[in-house]
């Protein structure tokens, strides 16, 4: 399994950012996949996740702000990030769930005040 993560970057509160997640090898399809982050000094924490069937869960922290999507075609996943806070600041870390964990490289997301 490999997970390309991609779309992090610098934004002033307020703003928006969308972050995109390739997966590809086996569980690719079948696989719970999701959004975790790490905030420097803090323990990594899940943000979003959707399921093979397209049922989402959210921290209650980024409900209403943050989507999570899932093009099954491009087994690739998708966070829309809007209304963004400094504290959202983190690496931002795609996971696909299969039979095991996969992680792929982490993508930073600097929101400033």
């Known amino acids: 399994v490999q997970l390309q993560a991609s779309g992090g970057g610098l934004v002033q509160a307020g703003g928006s950012l969308r972050l995109s997640c390739a997966a590809s090898?086996?569980?690719?399809?079948?696989?719970?996949m999701g959004w975790y982050r790490q905030a420097p000094g803090k323990q990594r924490e899940l943000v979003a996740s959707?399921?093979?069937?397209?049922?989402?869960n959210y921290a209650a922290s980024v409900r209403g702000r943050l989507t999570i999507s899932r093009d099954y075609a491009k087994n690739t996943i998708y966070l829309e990030m809007n209304s963004l806070i400094p504290e959202d600041t983190a690496v931002y870390y795609c996971?696909?769930?299969?039979?095991?964990?996969?992680w792929g490289q982490g993508t930073l997301v600097t929101v400033s005040s």
């Open positions: 996971n696909l769930r299969y039979l095991d964990w996969y």
């Open positions: 090898g086996d569980g690719a399809r079948q696989g719970l």
């Open positions: 959707i399921s093979s069937g397209g049922i989402t």
